[in-house]
């Protein structure tokens, strides 16, 4: 079956700290992919996204992440994070044919002390 | 965010009764999803819509029925809401072309089942 692993489910960071969090997928054709970060309380809103290209993708608030077909990862990357960056963060994948129903990880909940 | 509404936001009831939620979008978009989320299990699909009166169950359909009869309109019912719906509803909307779909969210229901 298809699914997405993210593999740290918690995560603890000092302002100015560089983060990189996991995400893997099992699916062997054609995918979309996505991180979605949600701030307490709130819903969840889009950080960034994969069709095709640069596997190398910039989003909002100074993240990124990087595609590697060949591991089927997709890590989200910051330099420096800062204390309005914690929150939870989730992974989430479209395959071929999938109907536009996104496939997710169950997310990362990551805490930024000052 | 893609012009969606959720109503109500909160709500606390009791089991056994029916409860319907509403989810409004004003950009004409024509696949509209309900998921809801609970510590632990991250984001689960109830059930989805592809246009007026085509819907399709999620991976968590049980106990819930939806109605589209209008393009901006996604309605999510619990029949006899028991005490396992309580949970946090998220309606969503897919953007974008063909291999470029992307779900944009709404502000959330919070539902408490007594």
């Known amino acids: 079956a298809q699914s997405v692993s993210q593999h740290n489910h918690h995560v603890i960071l000092s302002e100015a700290a560089s983060l990189e969090l996991g995400c893997n997928y099992s699916?062997?054709?054609?995918?979309?992919l996505f991180w979605y970060v949600q701030y307490p309380g709130q819903h969840l809103q889009l950080l960034l996204k994969?069709?095709?290209?640069d596997p190398l993708v910039k989003g909002i608030k100074g993240f990124e992440a990087e595609f590697i077909k060949s591991k089927f990862s997709f890590n989200l990357r910051k330099p420096s994070v800062q204390w309005s960056d914690t929150a939870e963060y989730f992974c989430?994948?479209?395959?071929?044919?999938?109907?536009?129903?996104?496939?997710w990880g169950l997310g990362t909940s990551l805490a930024v002390n000052p | 965010d893609a012009g969606i509404t959720q109503s109500p936001r909160h709500k606390v009831t009791e089991t056994g009764t029916p409860v319907t939620l509403r989810c409004h979008q004003t950009?004409?978009?024509?696949?509209m999803y309900w998921y809801r989320q609970d510590p632990g299990h991250g984001l689960r699909l109830i059930h989805y819509?592809?246009?007026?009166?085509?819907?399709d169950k999620g991976e968590v359909s049980d106990g819930y029925s939806v109605s589209r009869s209008k393009t901006e309109d996604f309605l999510l019912t619990l029949e006899s809401a028991t005490s396992s719906q309580t949970s946090v509803y998220f309606c969503?909307?897919?953007?974008?072309?063909?291999?470029?779909?992307?779900?944009?969210f709404g502000p959330g229901t919070r539902l408490l089942v007594l």
């Open positions: 699916y062997g054709g054609t995918v979309n």
């Open positions: 819509s592809y246009g007026v009166k085509d819907t």
């Open positions: 994969y069709f095709s290209g």
């Open positions: 969503a909307i897919s953007a974008g072309g063909p291999r470029q779909e992307t779900q944009y």
């Open positions: 950009e004409n978009h024509r696949y």
């Open positions: 989430a994948v479209i395959t071929a044919g999938n109907n536009r129903k996104l496939i």
